[in-house]
């Protein structure tokens, strides 16, 4: 009897995950570490508390420092501290992480209950309670509430002079909504974003925006303002201008707000190239079955497909020509296997020829920086007004280097684009002196 309990004893053991760490030392009631050879008590009714507590400290664990780095995360998201003891399960904290994990990956809450998610998470952890859609869109806003006090206690406690960035649009259900984002450097010189409203409005006019941005403001506590960027709506000037007289009657703007208006320097760039790219004939195939047919008999190595181009994006129009010259022969070839898409093309400015495909690759290149720049300036985890200066004249002199072009069409293009380039910039009275400061200061 004692030969068959001290059995049941090490099966018992042995189904601890310890036991893939250590060896058992026959009748010494003693494990061995498999990375550092130490020898642990294990006697019965003793546990692998022992082990647990050697291999968090076992120095020559290969996943030690891995270890120590998810315990460091897991205290920073749950808000407890580091700590080397054995990790316990925390329904609490789990529940705060599958709200966290929701959120980043912007998953729908539906997913809380399906059957392949149940099966997954009983797997990996049984203990785990997986709560039904509703109570996880609680514990969402419940987050939610709880980083928004902690960020208003900070607007409170360090009044940081914060730099706004905001945008309206129209939903296809034809309601309007603006997002107010602030960007400010904390204590320890980080760029931080922090979106503080994203809410419906009942208009676009200029004293809706500038009194649902001071009520938001009043909101958070934020009155130290430096700058608010915008787009080049005639309404948003004037909701700038509303915003400026409630700023200066809270003494808070700097130089009694010349600096508070900024351009979307974004939005300046995509109408340049709009006014540009007006009399360009853009042709392109939208029977994409017949199309993909087409690469692949002309034997065309390249994994995408053209884009199509977007009316609202001019970003479109360049990487849709920038694909679409590389099936210049798929292209060719469908004209002759879809008489359907020869008959379309032929009712506009005909279908596309070789005269077309050579512009295509001569006006690729300017478009090009005018891409590259614009996503340079879009970034908002980085600071981007010490090269805007240098952004702004260097297109200036790529479009006054194509006005000299000995192609007409390219010279008109790029004459379009001075125009436009002139209405925003042509004046320094009309540019934020901030954007030259802030070339003349980078280190």
């Given at each position: 009897?004692?030969?068959?309990?001290?059995?049941n004893?090490?099966?018992?053991?042995?189904?601890?995950?310890?036991?893939?760490?250590?060896?058992?030392?026959?009748?010494?009631?003693?494990?061995?570490c498999?990375?550092?050879?130490a020898?642990?008590?294990?006697?019965?009714?003793?546990?692998?508390?022992?082990?647990h507590?050697?291999?968090a400290?076992?120095?020559e664990?290969p996943?030690?420092?891995?270890?120590?780095?998810?315990r460091?995360?897991?205290?920073?998201?749950v808000?407890?501290?580091?700590?080397?003891?054995?990790?316990?399960?925390?329904?609490?904290?789990?529940?705060?992480?599958?709200?966290i994990?929701?959120?980043?990956?912007?998953?729908?809450?539906?997913?809380?209950?399906?059957?392949?998610?149940?099966?997954?998470?009983?797997?990996?952890?049984?203990?785990?309670?997986?709560p039904?859609?509703?109570?996880?869109?609680?514990?969402?806003?419940?987050?939610?509430?709880?980083e928004?006090?902690?960020?208003?206690?900070?607007?409170?406690?360090?009044?940081?002079?914060?730099?706004?960035?905001?945008?309206?649009?129209?939903?296809?259900?034809?309601?309007?909504?603006?997002?107010?984002?602030?960007?400010?450097?904390?204590?320890?010189?980080?760029?931080?974003?922090?979106?503080?409203?994203?809410?419906?409005?009942?208009?676009?006019?200029?004293?809706?925006?500038?009194?649902?941005?001071?009520?938001?403001?009043?909101?958070?506590?934020?009155?130290?303002?430096?700058?608010?960027?915008?787009?080049?709506?005639?309404?948003?000037?004037?909701?700038?201008?509303?915003?400026?007289?409630i700023?200066?009657?809270?003494?808070?703007?700097?130089?009694?707000g010349?600096?508070?208006?900024?351009?979307?320097?974004?939005?300046i760039?995509?109408?340049?190239?709009?006014d540009?790219?007006?009399?360009?004939?853009?042709?392109?195939?939208?029977?994409?079955r017949?199309?993909?047919?087409?690469?692949?008999?002309?034997?065309?190595?390249?994994?995408?497909?053209?884009?199509?181009?977007?009316?609202?994006?001019?970003?479109?129009?360049?990487?849709m020509?920038?694909?679409?010259?590389?099936?210049?022969?798929?292209?060719s070839?469908?004209?002759?296997?879809?008489?359907?898409?020869?008959?379309?093309?032929?009712?506009?400015?005909?279908?596309?020829?070789?005269?077309?495909?050579?512009?295509?690759?001569?006006?690729?290149?300017f478009?090009?920086?005018?891409?590259?720049?614009?996503?340079?300036?879009?970034?908002?985890?980085y600071?981007?007004?010490?090269?805007?200066?240098?952004?702004?004249?260097?297109?200036?002199?790529?479009?006054?280097?194509?006005?000299?072009?000995e192609?007409?069409?390219?010279?008109?293009?790029?004459?379009?684009?001075?125009?436009?380039?002139?209405?925003y910039?042509?004046?320094?009275?009309?540019?934020?002196?901030?954007?030259?400061?802030?070339c003349?200061?980078?280190?």
């Open positions: 009897m004692s030969s068959s309990g001290d059995s004893v090490t099966n018992r053991r042995r189904r601890s995950t310890m036991w893939e760490h250590f060896k058992e030392i026959p009748n010494q009631e003693k494990a061995e498999l990375y550092c050879g020898l642990i008590g294990c006697a019965s009714g003793q546990g692998t508390s022992s082990m507590h050697h291999l400290r076992c120095k664990y996943y030690a420092d891995a270890g120590k780095r998810q460091s995360a897991s205290s920073q998201v808000g407890g501290s580091s700590s080397s003891s054995p990790w316990k399960f925390d329904q609490d904290a789990s529940r705060k992480d599958l709200a994990m929701f959120i980043l990956s912007e998953f729908p809450f539906k997913l809380v209950e399906h059957e392949g998610f149940h099966r997954f998470v009983n797997r990996i952890q049984p203990k785990f309670l997986i039904s859609r509703n109570t996880l869109r609680h514990d969402c806003y419940d987050l939610y509430m709880e928004r006090s902690k960020l208003k206690k900070y607007f409170s406690e360090t009044s940081p002079r914060v730099c706004l960035t905001t945008d309206t649009w129209t939903s296809c259900q034809n309601l309007s909504y603006m997002c107010l984002t602030a960007h400010f450097v904390d204590a320890d010189w980080k760029l931080q974003k922090k979106i503080l409203n994203f809410c419906q409005i009942s208009g676009h006019s200029a004293e809706i925006i500038g009194k649902a941005i001071e009520k938001c403001l009043t909101d958070w506590g934020i009155h130290s303002v430096f700058s608010i960027t915008v787009d080049n709506a005639s309404s948003n000037d004037l909701g700038v201008q509303y915003l400026k007289k700023l200066n009657s809270w003494n808070s703007l700097l130089l009694r010349e600096l508070l208006h900024m351009r979307c320097y974004d939005h760039l995509s109408l340049i190239v709009r540009g790219l007006k009399d360009i004939n853009n042709s392109i195939p939208t029977r994409l017949k199309f993909k047919a087409c690469v692949e008999l002309e034997n065309i190595e390249s994994k995408s497909l053209v884009c199509l181009d977007v009316e609202t994006r001019w970003n479109s129009t360049y990487l020509l920038e694909s679409a010259l590389k099936f210049e022969k798929a292209f070839n469908m004209e002759f296997r879809d008489s359907k898409y020869a008959q379309e093309l032929s009712k506009g400015k005909g279908l596309p020829i070789s005269e077309d495909w050579n512009y295509a690759r001569r006006f690729l290149p478009l090009k920086l005018f891409f590259d720049t614009t996503i340079k300036v879009s970034g908002s985890s600071v981007t007004s010490n090269n805007m200066a240098k952004d702004v004249y260097g297109i200036y002199m790529m479009i006054e280097r194509y006005r000299g072009n192609e007409q069409s390219l010279q008109e293009m790029a004459q379009r684009m001075k125009t436009k380039f002139h209405k910039f042509g004046n320094v009275n009309n540019i934020n002196l901030t954007l030259f400061i802030a003349i200061l980078d280190p």
